[in-house]
């Protein structure tokens, strides 16, 4: 890798933490933005979905084109510009997508909305395919994971704000009243994305002007014609069932689109699945594919950020319920910012081991900087003007994450199993109960999901070896389960009721559990001392 192992680059890092704050910024201001969509879109609960179907679709579509041209061409697309040019044209990708929001909206066609978003993640996956290798290489590689972590903590508090600012935007009053959120209209929205066009402009400029490293990697991809076919397989499908969808009349998409939906959910599985199995057969072109706990692990992937989105993408529809406390769509916002914001909770804990303090200090730290997190998720709101004394009682929530934390030892299989389990209970919990013991039941899986993300990527890629690399960016795609699984509790509750429709959530957290049990047991058979393992990626 091309790079000055010594040198600081302190500016550049900042610019770039912005970079991830806004990834953050928009992924969690979704949960405002869908019910708004749907009340003035006047959308089944399945079609407003669709926004994460675009936004995290793309993620899919965007790192598949950059694998196909890099493996066709036999060079990496990334190696050949730099990352740097790459978080730029990333940025002007989304410029680009955020002005094309000002005419869709003002079209009042939902299905150019789709496109405009579709077109802002498009840039953010090429961003943060770029990224993070990049933070690593603004500095000595040595606490190059200590950068990662502060853009992650950066991230985490642009899921936090995304929600509030947002509410802001759209209402012009974090907590709106029934009049204010009648005469909401949809022009409103162009403000908000003629901003972040500018901004998005202006870190561009400030990255292509700022004196930074031209970091590359060395590493060539490798040929895998197997993979590919496997992959362009899985894209042939899901497109064809939107093709399907979109053609059938009105009065018959309902109840064909839930199916379609479970059709697209289960040939994603059976592929990976088949894949998997021919590769133990004969390993020769399958590149990384050929290790089953890559394969398992991209199913892993999938459904951990499917679970992650649909929870806080369906959890506007949920509050507006009688049981739930009958909230609109103004009223929501502090419920959003919580769930995001234990995500921040979560990795804040999870970022205490990169400090170079003592064994007993870390312990401290790690009980006492979640709690802290939660302070600020709570000072924040509380200077929204949103009440926050009936949100304490979760602190109950987050000591359980903490007794889990160190009941796992920092052991990735164990402490991802315990959090598959405790996710199940915590869903059962929320199935069975109503109000807000029910409430934070929901929310709590923002905890369960806060880390489980490098659990699920070091266990996925251990024992990659020279396929490492290829293994990472195929983990990278299966982003593509938060453009599935909430539009799928979305037809689901259309059928059913929203309350019920969250046994999505309890399946998902149930394959995550599988998913550590089995892979400990491959890697052992492999070799591997899964009791030593560390836990690896940013998310």
Known sequence: MEQTSTKSYGSALYTLAMVFFFWGFLAASNGVFIPFCKTHFNLSQFESQLIDSAYYGAYFIGSLLLYLYSTGVGFDFLNKIGYKKGIIYGLLISV???LVMLPAVGSGEYTFILLAFFVIALGFSLQQTAANPFAVALGDPATGMHRLN????????GTTLGPIIITLVLFSAVVATPEQIAAADTSSINTLYLILAGVFLLVAGIFAMAKMPRVTSDEEP???GKATVALLAITGVIIALSIIGKLLPESESGLTTLVLLFAALSSVILILFLSNKAAQKNGEGWGAMRYPQLTLGMIAIFVYVGVEVTIQSNLGAL???????SYNEAQISRYISLYWGSLMIGRWMSAVTIFNVSKNMKTILSVVVPFIAFGVVLFVNYLSGNRVDDLAI???CIAIMIAANFW??????KLLMGLGILGMLAMVVGLYTEGQVGLFAFISGGLVC????????SLSITGLGKYTSQGSSLLIMMILGGAIIPPLQGGIADFTNIHDSYWVAVVCFAYLAFFAWKVSGILKKQGYDIENLESGGGH
Do not use: C, D, R
Not at 150 to 155: A, E, H, P, S
Not at 319 to 325: H, M, N, R, S, V
Not at 450 to 457: A, D, G, K, R, V
């Open 450 to 457: 806060s880390i489980m993300w490098p659990s699920i990527f």
């Open 408 to 413: 796992s030892q920092g052991k990735p299989a």
């Open 394 to 396: 979760y602190a109950v």
């Open 150 to 157: 502060l853009t992650g903590g950066v991230n985490s508090l």
């Open 222 to 224: 490798e040929k895998s």
């Open 319 to 325: 509050l507006q319920t009688p049981e739930f406390g």
């Open 96 to 98: 680009v997508g955020a």
